[in-house]
């Protein structure tokens, strides 16, 4: 008769579980400076895999091209608009900084647009060339440490672009490693959420993959589209800075705010101007630009992934709220993830209603 196993005494197991957790908390503090560009890199790669699969059945499954068309075509979303602005921003530093060091009273803006405002606008004008000429060594001599904080704060800035160029780089690396590797990678995680929760855990891995998906063919694909035709009509009406209106249009888009914001404004600019037929032209265009969302978005989700709208939008609105622009795809995977496996924990139940809620029925 064999011996009996003897079990595992509580000091053993205890300190089993801390040496764990002491490997795991070491091992995220070894990879915490590239976390960020890892979670964006998987980000991405599960949100254009589709795109990615498509370039690679055109290209007769060769996968080394595709993924080189895919490593051009996201430097070229990513890589370039940081490159482009921080030119313009060290350019527009640069004429900043001179215009601060050598500021007198010949380089204080006379403000003439007053001029243009009705009633009020002539003495607000009168009352701004008095006060440069009563008070502006006084006014010299206050601003002075406030133009040096400036400066340096717009330095500041500006090194933030070498940082967000390194994790650029770091995060397209990332993608690349993903591209190569993705459905071992996926296969490993499906794995291991089998290990933990069996159907589960393989389910949430799915969903989040999904949601994923479904948020970047109903939020990003519809921003990209909003700001695009918004940005068409601010160039077509001639706006000045169109270019730049159109990138904040995007993120406007991002966040549900929608390109109304911006256009609606500029429409009033052009009546005010005196362009009536080009105001009302772009009046009729932001109408159409911001109702895109409510044909393209709902379309667009449902393909993705079978998920409530209003469970995917809360989790987009809440996750940018509380984590900025990566909240925007953790916010609905978390969401969707959360709300399915506890209605699949629900419907276990096999609730069966008694005679009391039958009455009341």
Same mark, same amino acid.
């Given at each position: 008769? &064999? ?5 595992? &005494? ?73 490159? !482009? ?19 007198? @009273? ?6 003439? !647009? ?8 002539? @003495? ?11 008070? +502006? ?26 940082? *967000? ?24 995680? @499906? ?6 929760? @069996? ?35 601010? !160039? ?13 249009? !995007? ?41 895109? &969302? ?5 379309? *667009? ?6 998920? +409530? ?11 940018? *709220? ?40």
């Amino acid at each position: 008769m &064999d011996a009996m196993k003897q079990p595992r &005494d509580l000091p053993q197991t205890l300190f089993s579980i801390i040496m764990i957790l002491t490997l795991l908390c070491c091992a995220l503090w070894l990879l915490h400076p590239f976390l960020l560009s890892v979670v964006w890199a998987g980000l991405i790669v599960i949100a254009t895999w589709p795109l990615y699969m498509l370039v690679k059945r055109r290209l007769n499954g060769r996968k080394g091209a595709a993924i080189a068309v895919m490593m051009v075509f996201l430097s070229v979303i990513f890589l370039v608009p940081i490159i !482009f602005s921080a030119g313009m921003l060290s350019l527009a530093m640069e004429k900043a900084l001179n215009w601060l060091m050598h500021i007198d @009273r010949q380089h204080l803006p006379t403000f003439d !647009f007053l001029l243009n405002i009705p009633h009020i606008g002539a @003495r607000l004008h009168d009352a701004w060339l008095h006060f440069l000429a009563t008070h +502006s060594a006084n006014f010299f001599a206050t601003m002075k440490p406030w133009i040096v904080k400036v400066a340096f704060m717009m330095l500041k800035e500006l090194s933030q672009f070498g940082a *967000l160029f390194v994790n650029g780089i770091l995060m397209l690396a990332a993608c690349l490693v993903f591209y190569l590797h993705g459905k071992t990678i996926a296969k490993g995680l @499906r794995q291991f959420a089998w290990r933990i929760a @069996r159907e589960r855990g393989d389910l949430a891995i799915t969903l989040a993959g999904k949601t994923v998906q479904a948020v970047a063919m109903g939020v990003v694909l519809t921003a990209v589209i909003q700001s695009a035709v918004a940005g068409l009509g601010l !160039f077509v009406c001639q706006i000045p800075s169109s270019a730049l209106l159109t990138g904040i249009i !995007f993120m406007l888009c991002l966040m549900q705010l929608g390109p109304v914001i911006i256009m609606l404004p500029a429409a009033v600019w052009l009546f005010y101007s005196g362009h009536h037929w080009t105001g009302s032209l772009l009046l009729i265009w932001t109408f159409i630009a911001g109702s895109l &969302d409510n044909i393209l978005k709902p379309m *667009l989700i449902k393909r993705g992934a079978d998920t +409530s709208l209003l469970l995917i939008m809360t989790g987009v609105i809440g996750g940018m *709220l509380t984590w900025g622009m990566i909240g925007l795809m953790i916010g609905p995977v978390l969401l969707a993830v959360s709300w399915k496996l506890l209605a699949s924990w629900v419907s276990e139940a096999n609730y069966q209603p008694g005679i009391t809620t039958k009455e009341l029925s």
